[in-house]
């Protein structure tokens, strides 16, 4: 018997370990496209979603730009300079105050409140001081507090110092730091990117504006709220992380305009999914019944069953296992036959997460579709 669209192992899935895409699609726009429409699918490249958009239709991006968020250092040993230092990992997540961040540490075990970190210092590079101020039980991470001198902007020190924080499963392959941006990438905050639309170039974004499909922009800073696991057997029980967002009056109208004109919203990722159905939910419960403008944090798991209030259609990777992101998509095509549409994948040989191929869901598609 199937397990029920709210237990975690229904979410389960095997992948064959050479379809982790290890590095992107160059150009962009070569990767593969899987459209998904009301009588099955198609494969394609993604720069043949110009033929699956009508004029009239709307893109709704995440503009939010990647931060060096890995910083390698060392554990200041209280004991003396004579005693070997600890190498540490610094994973930034988001910020909590004036120069205070909240972040993944390794080793754990030995960041304390109160430890002392030190970054850079070598060859040319700027020096960082850092202290443990406390453990963060949510996350499981560490509030640091960074110092800095008063010539120093924490931007620059970081841009000199941190790294790109690739996921942990890509372990091979080279990739320039601007491959894990997307093209549109305007309001740097985010710790990982938006996968779904670095599919995008510059020229198929204009061919799409040129065919009279619109684009809006809102901004989501990817956060530990993404790529979190569900530990929860009973997904219903998985609490989700607040994530910050930013919908302006010019996307609403934007979106607003093509509901009126019939026209369909089409999310470029799960990122632009949360931003727009997080904004409506948040106003629904206000008893609010237009959108308007909004910037702040949102929480909003969406799983099956979820009733859909903007988002039309969906740009997106394939996702982890068990991840929120798999349940999402589910919750607008359907659990039974995303899992298909996955089985189709992986026979097909598509390439999977942050630098893998796309899935187009029209609109058409959908489990809100008419029947």
């Known amino acids: 018997m199937e397990p029920p669209d709210t237990a975690l192992s229904a979410y389960d899935y095997h992948l064959p370990e050479h379809l982790i895409a290890q590095s992107p699609a160059v150009p962009r726009d070569a990767s593969r496209l899987l459209v998904v429409e009301a009588g099955g699918v198609q494969h394609g490249r993604f720069r043949d979603i110009t033929q699956h958009l009508r004029p ?15 910083l390698l250092g060392r554990k200041v040993n209280p004991l003396g300079a004579e005693f070997p230092e ?23 075990r030995r960041l304390k409140p109160g430890a002392k970190i030190e970054f850079g210092g070598e060859s040319g590079q700027p020096h960082l001081r850092a202290t443990v101020v406390a453990t963060d039980e949510e996350t499981r991470g560490r509030l640091i507090q960074f110092e800095l001198g008063a010539e120093q902007s924490f931007e620059e020190v970081l841009a000199a110092l941190g790294e790109m924080p690739l996921p942990p499963y890509i372990e091979s392959g080279h990739t320039e730091p601007e491959q894990y941006q997307t093209v549109f990438a305007t309001a740097p905050g985010a710790v990982a990117a938006p996968t779904a639309g670095l599919h995008f170039t510059p020229e198929l974004l204009q061919t799409l504006q040129d065919r009279g499909v619109e684009q809006a922009y809102v901004t989501l800073h990817v956060g530990i ?9 009973r997904i219903t029980d998985h609490p989700m992380h607040p994530e910050w967002i930013e919908v302006s009056a010019e996307a609403i109208q934007k979106i607003q305009e093509t509901k009126a004109r019939g026209g369909r919203v089409i999310a470029v990722g799960t990122t632009a999914v949360r931003s727009m159905e997080g904004l409506a939910t948040q106003l629904e419960a206000l008893q609010i019944e237009t959108l308007q403008p909004y910037a702040g944090k949102v929480n909003l798991f969406i799983y099956p069953g979820y009733q859909w209030k903007v988002v039309d259609g969906l740009i997106t990777n394939f996702h982890l296992p068990r991840s929120s992101l798999l349940m999402l998509v589910s919750a607008l095509v359907g659990r039974s036959r995303l899992m298909q549409l996955y089985a189709e994948a992986i026979a097909q040989e598509y390439r999977f997460y942050s ?17």
């Open 56 to 70: 009239g239709d709307l893109l709704v991006l995440n503009n939010t730009r990647v931060i060096p968020a890995r």
């Open 355 to 371: 630098f893998g191929d796309a899935m187009l869901i029209l609109p058409e598609a959908t489990v809100h579709a008419s029947p």
């Open 86 to 108: 600890i190498a540490i990992e610094v994973f930034l997540l988001e910020p909590r105050g004036d120069r205070l961040w909240l972040a993944l540490v390794k080793p754990g």
């Open 225 to 233: 709220g993404t790529f979190r696991p569900v530990e929860a057997e």
